[in-house]
């Protein structure tokens, strides 16, 4: 706490900020101040309801199982930061971008080729995560939590819907429409809370698992039914579902532990790296291109 504030006051004092608050205070409307309440509290029920979908799983956990499990279930996590890591240095530039472009005349284009970019790097990293995950886990847990592994296969996938649920939630941002996306949240927070109370006495620490993945599918239907209010995304969505699809399959033999799982999944991973081949030519193509103009 004492960090995020001494951080806090110090960008406040390089920036200016008392200079820039009297500047704002002075040249305030009545106008901009009503348009930014009604955004403002639009984005009280979204970011409530993305705390929610963060942290509500663990807290079921902890008072319905205990410690212990809340522990082993803190652990799973682990691997799923591996893809979180990767999504969060491309939202961070992401946002920025959405702000920039969404009033631009080709911007369905370029958000439609950023949505293929993003969720094909997505699906497939997890998938080829869950294809060795066991032997991840093997690494990164010591044995008595090893059996964490079982964990982490829906919360891959919910990773996925949540990256894909933040991507749309920048375009709707862009366009002030907090209220849309703080709906999404909020109808995902809400099943997250009841399927927890009811999976979790069922199925342990798993439910909370699987209650975080289909509320954060959730989250991204309704995120992507909002945002073509706004930008008609071009998207191929048989494709996109039997994409989908084919994590949970990979998930399910992996759990169960089906014979020559490894090589069914591997098999799985291929399907995938086939049918986003294009969009993976692309980003070779254009990171290619990125390397050579920064060489010279």
Request: hydrophobic content about 55%; proline content about 1%; glycine content about 8%.
């Amino acid at each position: 706490m004492i960090a995020f504030s001494l951080s806090a006051v110090l960008m406040f004092v390089l920036t200016g900020g008392k200079e820039k608050i009297r500047s704002a205070v002075e040249k305030s409307s009545s106008d901009l101040n009503r348009e930014m309440g009604v955004y403002g509290k639009s984005m009280l029920l979204y970011s409530t309801a993305s705390w929610v979908n963060n942290a509500i799983d663990r807290y079921f956990i902890l008072f319905l199982l205990g410690s212990v499990q809340n522990g082993l279930y803190g652990v799973a996590y682990k691997i799923p930061a591996i893809l979180t890591t990767v999504q969060r240095i491309f939202a961070m530039a992401w946002q920025m971008s959405a702000v920039k472009e969404y009033k631009g005349d080709d911007r369905e284009e370029f958000f439609s080729k950023m949505y293929r970019s993003y969720q094909t790097v997505l699906v497939t990293g997890c998938a080829v995560i869950i294809l060795f995950l066991k032997i991840i886990a093997t690494i990164m847990f010591r044995k008595d939590f090893f059996n964490a592994w079982i964990l982490v296969p829906p919360l891959l996938i919910s990773v996925v819907f949540g990256a894909l649920e933040g991507f749309l939630g920048s375009i709707a941002l862009a366009f002030k429409d907090g209220r849309s996306m703080g709906i999404a949240t909020g109808v995902g927070a809400g099943f997250n809370i009841i399927l927890n109370y009811i999976w979790i006495r069922d199925m342990g620490s798993f439910g909370a698992a699987c209650a975080t993945f289909v509320s954060y599918f959730i989250m991204f239907a309704l995120a992507f039914i909002f945002v073509r209010r706004h930008v008609k995304l071009k998207v191929f969505i048989l494709r996109d579902v039997i994409a989908y699809g084919l994590l949970i399959a990979e998930s399910v033999l992996v759990i169960r532990n089906t014979g020559n799982f490894f090589y069914w999944n591997a098999g799985i991973v291929f399907i995938l790296i086939c049918l986003y081949l294009n969009e993976i030519r692309n980003i070779f193509i254009k990171g290619t291109e990125m390397i050579k103009r920064r060489a010279r």
